[in-house]
Structure formats: C-alpha cells, structure tokens
C-alpha cells in the first residue's frame, strides 16, 4: 500500500521552523519535496545551533530529513530557467515568505532580495 502523497512533487522554498515542518509532513505522506536553498549559504538552519563544526546542525535535519536540496541562484538567467522547469514539473510550490515577498521572483535591488 502507497502513501497518501505518493506521485506527488513540491517545491519547497521554505524556511525557518513553520515551513519546513509543513514540507516535512509532506514528505512523511510520501510527496516527493524538493528544498530549494540560496547559493553559497543555503538554508540559514544549516548553521543554526550546530555542535559539530562543519556539519549541517541537527536543527536543520530535524527539519529537512526525507527531502532532496538544490541550490538555485533564481536571479541568474540560467537559474531561472531551472526554476521555470521545476515549477512545470512540481505539483505544488510551497513559500512562508514575507507578504508579498517571494524571494524566488525578486528581482536585483528590489526590497526583497539579498
């Protein structure tokens, strides 16, 4: 017997605790959740309340286990256009961003990039 979710694919562009453990959930109901982090530094839980040097901290795996990661400069063109792909290939595209502030459409100098 399948998992509820199973053949279902997400885009996670979440961060922090309230949206990875949503994506997470997903994942335990069988979806396949692709975590989309920032170039360079990833997903700012990698480092949070780490004990061990140079390993993702426990914090983040608690919150990420059972979902596979990419980085994605979505302000490069190239980046952009495996964005693009992703999002006719994912299901749902799951964001717990500012209001109206999606990180993955902020364009250079707009209040929402970084």
Same mark, same amino acid.
């Given at each position: 017997? +399948?998992?509820?979710?199973? *053949?279902? !694919?997400?885009?996670? &562009?979440?961060?922090?605790?309230? +949206?990875?453990?949503?994506?997470?959930?997903? @994942?335990? &109901?069988?979806?396949?959740?692709?975590?989309? /982090? !920032?170039? *360079?530094? *990833?997903?700012?839980?990698? /480092?949070?309340?780490?004990?061990?040097?140079?390993?993702?901290?426990?914090? &983040?795996?608690?919150?990420?286990?059972?979902?596979? %990661?990419?980085?994605?400069?979505?302000?490069?063109?190239? #980046? !952009?256009?495996?964005? /693009? !792909?992703?999002?006719?290939?994912?299901?749902?595209?799951? /964001?717990? &961003? @500012?209001?109206?502030?999606?990180? @993955?459409? @902020?364009?250079? #100098? %707009?209040?929402? %990039? %970084?």
């Amino acid at each position: 017997m +399948g998992k509820a979710l199973d *053949g279902v !694919r997400i885009l996670d &562009f979440t961060h922090v605790q309230s +949206g990875p453990t949503c994506t997470q959930l997903l @994942a335990w &109901f069988g979806a396949d959740v692709i975590k989309v /982090e !920032r170039p *360079g530094t *990833g997903d700012i839980t990698r /480092e949070q309340l780490r004990d061990i040097p140079d390993v993702d901290s426990l914090y &983040f795996t608690m919150l990420n286990h059972n979902k596979r %990661s990419i980085t994605l400069d979505t302000k490069n063109p190239r #980046g !952009r256009a495996v964005l /693009e !792909r992703l999002v006719r290939h994912c299901d749902v595209l799951v /964001e717990n &961003f @500012a209001p109206a502030c999606s990180s @993955a459409w @902020a364009s250079p #100098g %707009s209040a929402c %990039s %970084s």
